[in-house]
């Protein structure tokens, strides 16, 4: 899979994520891959929210590194 496809399956990857996150209030936005790592910003409900190292690491994290390969890692940008 080259750069061009693996930024793709990741933009899917967060199109299928994104209902569970507008239904608490909150949206996440791709910003970029580099190296393995995919790089996100949460907004809305998700700032400040009680959930989000959850939401990070066992929705975000988890499904991307399951269905993307190349991707080994998720990091939020504030």
């Known amino acids: 899979m080259n750069y061009e496809e693996i930024i ?3 933009k899917e ?3 299928l994520i994104r209902p569970y ?3 608490d209030g909150g949206d996440i936005e ?3 891959f580099e190296d393995g790592i995919v790089y996100v910003k949460l907004q809305g ?3 400040g929210c ?3 190292e959850s939401t990070m690491s066992d929705l975000i994290e988890d499904t991307l590194l ?3 390969p190349g991707v080994i ?3 939020h940008i504030w």
């Open 21 to 23: 996150i507008n239904r």
């Open 45 to 47: 409900a998700c700032v």
């Open 66 to 68: 399951e269905r993307v």
């Open 73 to 75: 890692g998720v990091e």
């Open 8 to 10: 793709a399956e990741i």
């Open 50 to 52: 009680a959930g989000f």
């Open 30 to 32: 791709f910003v970029k």
């Open 13 to 15: 990857v967060i199109k």
